[in-house]
């Protein structure tokens, strides 16, 4: 027989029967081999003009050869469609992230809040359970009577991926738990991979001619998103139990005590892990486990504290995506020196001037760093910092590696100033620096490229559109071929199917995944379309306060045009919304008022379908949609508390009197805000009267 290369390389015109018989096979199997790594393992081996080749060979062969055609020819297979990976899970409740702290003192305001939130007195103790910040990938157990049904990666944190048989194979994993166990159990806790099997995993890999990992994280990570679940089982991958998410019995007060059962009950805890009785002995074992943490066996970024008491937990609630009642106390970012080769400046979707820095690569905290921050131009005149410098450079867990110093007797003799631009780089228009701030702002707006890509980039990010497949790469490919230029340009890609899949439809797949991946997010929360525009201060958490008290894309529009005018009543009660002050209104007013925005708005609105936001528990909430004022000190709980509680329940809550609020809540030594409420004839609740409304 020929061997196959003398064949894979042998004119078409050339080819026996035989020959193209034995070809067809082959392409039918290499670009089969190559669909699935495209689409299913999402690491693409062969490049898009090798891909290319294969399909235009294996035309060509087909059409001289009609009859050998195979059965599952390639070019009549029907695309793998996203089945081929994962399904997804949603989670019964979602899965949290934790806010950060960088040093003791931001540790004492944690615990300060958490004291002012369930109005704590100073003789109360507020125990705190300290543990190790395991660095991996958190995972969702969920046991129905004893039986592990369902293993969840985290995912956006709402929806993850169902990796069951991937997580069954690890040691650390029970698949049957003992009697009297709770019915429904989901047991949450972080996979990892210790340092010394990552090394020699990457030996094996590096023998294999394999991938090779950065870091243990990643490490862990590749290896538990495999489709075969035959390779998860040989990598070294462990697991420490933390927390749980859907339970259906009360079985511990506190989150020591839960640790404790889990233990009982065959999963393993972090050994480290301490009750502490005051945050300075919480503080103490930071100190003691920073000092221990190159010598652990798994990396760990910081400690995280827990509010030991459940009951408390419960009460301290949430605030976006993040629990109240725990910290991530972050060890201090590992330090390198490298030589600064250039300063780029980088256009944001705000039109920003962001100075990044060009390395000499150098290994920091496990991984490689070529680029670093240098935040802005009164950052760069501070530190002196010149191209060609000795600096030195420092990364923390995910946060963008920055530059801290110049090393000054390392300096070059002939080194110059830095001058910050006063044009955009990317578009030619000026670039101002307003009184007061330390930010210098391209003025082009949208006919800044550089700023509508970046928008466009936020419009898809994970908490605004989120579409599978459509990232920053992507987005750069459609922008510069002209395909998106603005949002409503995504949700019309699909008239442009011809040009994506290509002249041979080489692209069929992946562009028809991709536009139904579009299709699927044809409707949205409001809330989420409001974070995704990208206005300027219009995080996820005001995004949600405006959705709640407008309800509507076109209610919130109104009010924004009408605020506009600040002695406008819009504006008051624009400014009335706790937690918006004027420079966020300014930013919302301005946003809205601008025409272009007008006709994006109007453009994306015909696209889409805005679901008004739902305010929970409306359907049994007395208050839900309500707006009430807290005044005055109240007893029972806390200010914070006691707002959270009324959010919850559908309230929007206010921070001052007008015609438009329901109720005003009064506590003790009540101001001008009860004396507004009476003259203006709003009704008033005493606390007691407040918590017999909501049923408390
Ligand atoms: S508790 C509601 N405990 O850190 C609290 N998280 O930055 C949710 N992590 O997504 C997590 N060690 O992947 C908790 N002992 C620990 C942890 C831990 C590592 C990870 C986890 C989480 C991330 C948040």
């Not at 030195?392 to 995910?398: E, Y």
């Not at 701030?437 to 509508?452: D, S």
């Not at 004396?675 to 005493?686: H, N, R, W």
């Amino acid at each position: 027989m020929t061997g196959e290369a003398d064949t894979a390389g042998k004119p078409v015109e050339e080819l026996s029967d035989a020959e193209a018989k034995a070809e067809l096979r082959r392409l039918s199997d290499a670009i089969s081999e190559a669909d699935r790594q495209y689409h299913v393992e999402d690491a693409p081996v062969l490049t898009d003009a090798e891909y290319d080749a294969l399909r235009r060979r294996n035309q060509a062969i087909e059409e001289r050869f009609p009859d050998l055609k195979l059965a599952d020819s390639p070019s009549e297979r029907v695309a793998p469609g996203p089945s081929e990976g994962f399904s997804k899970v949603r989670h019964a409740r979602p899965m949290l992230s934790l806010a950060n702290a960088f040093n003791d003192e931001d540790v004492h305001e944690f615990a300060r809040r958490v004291r002012r939130f369930l109005s704590l007195g100073e003789e109360d103790e507020l125990a705190l359970v300290a543990e190790p910040k395991i660095d991996g990938l958190s995972a969702a157990l969920r046991y129905v009577d004893g039986r592990l049904e369902v293993g969840a990666t985290r995912g956006d944190g709402t929806e993850g991926e169902n990796i069951t048989r991937n997580l069954e194979t690890l040691d650390d994993v029970p698949t049957t738990l003992p009697a009297g166990v709770p019915g429904i159990l989901e047991v949450r806790g972080e996979v990892y991979m210790t340092k010394d099997d990552f090394v020699a995993l990457n030996d094996r890999q590096a023998k294999a001619g394999g991938k090779i990992f950065a870091n243990p994280r990643n490490a862990a990570a590749g290896s538990l998103r495999q489709l075969d679940p035959t390779i998860t089982a040989a990598r070294p991958l462990r697991f420490f139990a933390y927390s749980w998410g859907e339970i259906s019995e009360n079985i511990a007060d506190t989150h020591w005590e839960f640790l404790k059962k889990l233990e009982a009950w065959g999963f393993t805890t972090n050994p480290l892990s301490q009750r502490c009785e005051s945050v300075e002995s919480a503080l103490a074992v930071y100190a003691d486990i920073g000092e221990r943490r190159t010598t652990l066996p798994y990396d760990i970024d910081g400690v995280v504290y827990k509010v030991d008491r459940l009951d408390w937990q419960q009460r301290l609630g949430m605030v976006s995506r993040a629990p109240r009642w725990a910290i991530a106390h972050k060890f201090k970012a590992e330090q390198a020196e490298t030589v600064l080769k250039a300063i780029e400046i980088q256009v944001g979707r705000t039109g920003a001037l962001t100075p990044v820095a060009r390395l000499e690569p150098v290994k920091v905290a496990g991984v490689t760093v070529s680029n670093a921050t240098l935040h802005n131009e009164g950052e760069i005149r501070r530190k002196d910092v010149r191209v060609g410098d000795t600096v030195v450079i420092q990364r923390a867990g995910d946060v963008i590696p920055q530059v801290v110093r110049v090393i000054l007797e390392k300096r070059p003799a002939d080194s110059v100033e830095y001058v910050f631009p006063e044009t955009c780089p990317e578009c030619g228009s000026d670039a101002e620096q307003p009184e007061g701030e330390a930010i210098r702002r391209c003025t082009g707006g949208l006919i800044c490229p550089a700023q509508a890509v970046e928008r466009l980039k936020h419009f898809v990010s994970r908490d605004a559109f989120d579409i599978e497949g459509l990232g920053s790469k992507q987005i750069d490919g459609f922008y510069s071929n002209g395909l998106i230029k603005r949002p409503g340009d995504i949700f019309r890609l699909k008239q442009h199917r011809d040009v994506l899949i290509g002249e041979k439809g080489t692209k069929t797949i992946s562009t028809d995944n991709l536009l139904a991946a579009i299709e699927d997010r044809r409707s949205i929360g409001f809330d989420r379309f409001i974070y995704s525009l990208g206005i300027r201060q219009v995080g996820q958490a005001t995004a949600r306060l405006l959705a709640i008290n407008y309800g509507t894309l076109e209610a919130l529009r109104t009010a924004m045009a009408a605020a506009h005018d600040p002695e406008s009543e819009a504006h008051a009660d624009l400014l009335n919304i706790d937690q918006i002050g004027s420079s966020v209104a300014k930013d919302l007013a301005d946003f809205f008022a601008e025409d272009h925005n007008a006709e994006v708005l109007d453009d994306l609105a015909a696209e889409l379908t805005i679901a008004p936001f739902a305010a929970p528990a409306a359907s049994d909430s007395p208050i839900a949609g309500k707006t009430v004022v807290f005044t005055g000190t109240l007893t029972r709980i806390g200010r914070n508390e006691a707002k959270a509680k009324a959010e919850s329940l559908g309230a929007k809550v206010a921070g001052s009197v007008s015609k438009k609020t329901d109720y005003v809540i009064i506590g003790a030594d009540a101001g001008s805000k009860a004396a507004k409420a009476e003259a203006l004839g709003v009704p008033t609740l005493s606390e007691d009267e407040w918590f017999t409304l909501i049923g408390e």
